[in-house]
C-alpha cells in the first residue's frame, strides 16, 4: 500500500514567521512530488513540484526533497493570513501513467 | 482558456438514484484522474484512465464506475448513491509523459444524497 503521511495539524503560525510543512513517502521508487494548496470548500491548486533532492524555490516557497530519508517539505516565508489553508502534499507514484496519491492534508492557520 | 471543467457545481440526488458526474478538458491531456475528497479528508483516488486504459484503485467500491468515451470528456457514474457518498468528486487530468507532471484539478462537483 503506497502511502503519503502528513501531520493534520492545525498548524498555528503568527503573520511574518516561516511556515513549515513536512510529508514522508512509502515508496522509494516515487519521482514526482507535488505541494497543493486547498481553500476550504475548492479544489486544489499546484503551488510547487519537486524531482531531484535539494531545495526549489519559488518567491516565498521552498520545496525540499530528501529522497534518502523518503521526506518532502515545504517552507513558506513570510506568512500572510491568505496563506491559510490546508497543504496537500501529492507523490507522482505511477511513472508515465501518472498514479497520483495525496496525504490527508496539514492545514495551517497564520494569525494577523 | 485550456482547462477541465466539471459538471455540475453541486449535484443533489435521493438516497439510491444513479447519478452520473462530468467532466471535460480542453487540454488533451493523456490521463484523467476521479478523486473522492470527504470532509477534512485527503482526496481518495477512485480510479484513472491513462488514455483509453482503465484503472481501478483495489478499493473503490463496485457502486462507483466511469466511462471516457474520449480525449475530452469522462464520467463518474454512482449506480445507487448512498448517504457516505456524499462528498466533493474532484476530476483532474496529466499529460501523457515521464510521470513528472502535475495534475491540473477541475473545480470539483459536490454532491448531496438525500
Known amino acids: 500500500q503506497k502511502e503519503v503521511e502528513q501531520n493534520s495539524g492545525p498548524l498555528s503560525v503568527p503573520e511574518g514567521a516561516i511556515a513549515s510543512l513536512n510529508c514522508t513517502y512509502s515508496d522509494r521508487v516515487s519521482q514526482s512530488f507535488f505541494w497543493y494548496r486547498q481553500y476550504s470548500g475548492k479544489s486544489p491548486e499546484l503551488i510547487m513540484s519537486?524531482?531531484?533532492?535539494g531545495d526549489k524555490e519559488d518567491g516565498r516557497f521552498t520545496a525540499q526533497l530528501n529522497k534518502a530519508s523518503q521526506y518532502v517539505s515545504l517552507l513558506i516565508r513570510d506568512s500572510q493570513p491568505s496563506d491559510s489553508a490546508t497543504y496537500l502534499c501529492a507523490v507522482n507514484y505511477g511513472g508515465s501513467q501518472g498514479n497520483l496519491i495525496f496525504g490527508k492534508g496539514t492545514k495551517l492557520s497564520v494569525k494577523p | 482558456d485550456a482547462m477541465v471543467i466539471q459538471n455540475p457545481r453541486y449535484q443533489v440526488t435521493q438516497f439510491g438514484k444513479p447519478v452520473t458526474l462530468s467532466c471535460s478538458q480542453t487540454?488533451?491531456?493523456?490521463?484523467m484522474y476521479w478523486y473522492q475528497q470527504k470532509s477534512s479528508q485527503a482526496p481518495k483516488l477512485l480510479f484513472h484512465?491513462?488514455?483509453?486504459?482503465f484503472n481501478n484503485e483495489a478499493d473503490t467500491p463496485d457502486n462507483f464506475q466511469s466511462r471516457r468515451p474520449n480525449t475530452s470528456f469522462c464520467f463518474l457514474d454512482i449506480r445507487s448513491p448512498g448517504l457516505g457518498d456524499a462528498a466533493m468528486y474532484l476530476c483532474?487530468?496529466?499529460?501523457w509523459g515521464d510521470g513528472f507532471t502535475e495534475a491540473f484539478f477541475g473545480q470539483g462537483t459536490r454532491l448531496t444524497v438525500v
Open positions: 484512465y491513462y488514455d483509453k486504459d
Open positions: 487540454l488533451n491531456h493523456n490521463v
Open positions: 519537486i524531482y531531484s533532492n
Open positions: 483532474a487530468t496529466s499529460p
